[in-house]
C-alpha cells in the first residue's frame, strides 16, 4: 500500500507520474474563404495555413465537409463564371463526385482514363459523393463511407495543406483535363456573394505525456512514491 500522510487534518497519498506514449485527436475546421486571396484568387486550389504546428501527425480523417451545388462549378484552367440573367449558365457536367487532393498527403489510388493501367498512386484524398447537382454538397463520415488514412512515419511537422478540388473525368470541356481543378466562382451580386467551401479534419498526433490517472491520490502499491518525504 501506498504510504498515507496527513496534511491539515486531511489524508493523503501522493502517488508516483507514469509516462506512457498515447495519441491525442485534434478537430481542425478549415475554410476556403481564409485562404491568401491575392496568391490563390480560386477556392479550387490553394494553400490553408493551420492554426498551429502539429508534431507527429500519424493520421487525418475526413469528418464533414460542406460545399456549394456542383452546378456553379467552373474549370480552373479556363477560369470562366458565366452568369445571365436568370442565373448562373453551368460550364461544367454534371458530376456524380468529385475528388479532394491534399499535396503530400493523398493515400488513395484512381484508375487512368482509357484503360491506360493504373498509373494514379496516391493521387487523391477523399472523394465526395454529388447526390444533386443543384443543392449543396454535404459529407459526414456518419453517414458516407469513411475517409481515414494513417502515416507510417508519422509526418514530423504539418502546418500547412494544399488544398484542390477536381473531376475524375476529362473529357474536356465538360471535364477537367488532368492536372487541373474545379473551383466556385462568386455570384453576380454587387458585392460578389461568395461561394466558398469547409472541411473538417480530425488530426491525430503522438504524444509523450503521463496516463490518465497520474493527477490523482491513490494508495495502489504499484504507484507508491518511494521518494516522497515530508518535512
Do not use: C
Amino acid at each position: 500500500m501506498n504510504r498515507s500522510f496527513d496534511y491539515n487534518g486531511v489524508q493523503i497519498a501522493p502517488s508516483r507520474p507514469v509516462q506512457k506514449l498515447r495519441t491525442v485527436k485534434k478537430i481542425i475546421h478549415i475554410d476556403s474563404a481564409d485562404r491568401d486571396r491575392k496568391l490563390f484568387p480560386n477556392n479550387g486550389d490553394f494553400v490553408v495555413y493551420l492554426p498551429k504546428t502539429y508534431e507527429k501527425v500519424v493520421s487525418i480523417n475526413l469528418k464533414s465537409a460542406l460545399f456549394p451545388p456542383t452546378f456553379q462549378a467552373a474549370p480552373g484552367n479556363e477560369g470562366v463564371a458565366i452568369w445571365t440573367a436568370s442565373g448562373f449558365q453551368s460550364v461544367m457536367e454534371d458530376p456524380s463526385y468529385f475528388f479532394i487532393e491534399l499535396e503530400g498527403l493523398n493515400k488513395s489510388d484512381e484508375t487512368s482514363m482509357s484503360a491506360d493501367r493504373s498509373a494514379l498512386t496516391n493521387s487523391v484524398f477523399a472523394k465526395i459523393p454529388v447526390p444533386n447537382a443543384t443543392d449543396r454538397v454535404q459529407y459526414s463520415e456518419n453517414r458516407d463511407f469513411r475517409q481515414a488514412f494513417y502515416y507510417q512515419p508519422a509526418i514530423s511537422k504539418l502546418d500547412r495543406i494544399h488544398i484542390t478540388t477536381r473531376l475524375h473525368d476529362t473529357t474536356y470541356p465538360y471535364g477537367t483535363p488532368r492536372g487541373q481543378y474545379i473551383y466556385w466562382p462568386s455570384g453576380p451580386t454587387s458585392p460578389p456573394r461568395p461561394q466558398e467551401f469547409s472541411l473538417t479534419l480530425e488530426i491525430e498526433t503522438l504524444e509523450n505525456s503521463f496516463d490518465d490517472y497520474s493527477s490523482i491520490e491513490t494508495r495502489i502499491g504499484e504507484r507508491s512514491d518511494s521518494g516522497f518525504f515530508v518535512s
